[in-house]
């Protein structure tokens, strides 16, 4: 491959990180505001038991730790072939 090509998988593997990141910090959001809204009710039945299961926060965190790994494997296989390459 080329060097131009190495270059748009480094600057590729950076926009992973970079939505990895959010989809993280996100998810750990809108867990928070779902919960903190919960406790203010005064039947936290939902709260103690976590019935029913919501799983979009969890999702988010999961699907944005899976974003970091990616953008960071690209980032430094791009990174050592731009060396090396």
Known sequence: ???????????????????????????????KSYYDGIVSHEDVREFMVH???RAEPGALKVGGWISLAAGLVMMAISGAMLIWG
Not at 12 to 22: H, R, V
């Open 1 to 31: 491959m080329e060097q131009t090509e190495w270059l748009i998988a480094l600057g590729m593997g950076a926009l992973f990180l970079l939505l990895g990141i959010a989809l993280v910090f996100g998810g750990r959001k809108e867990e």
């Open 51 to 53: 019935d029913p299961e």
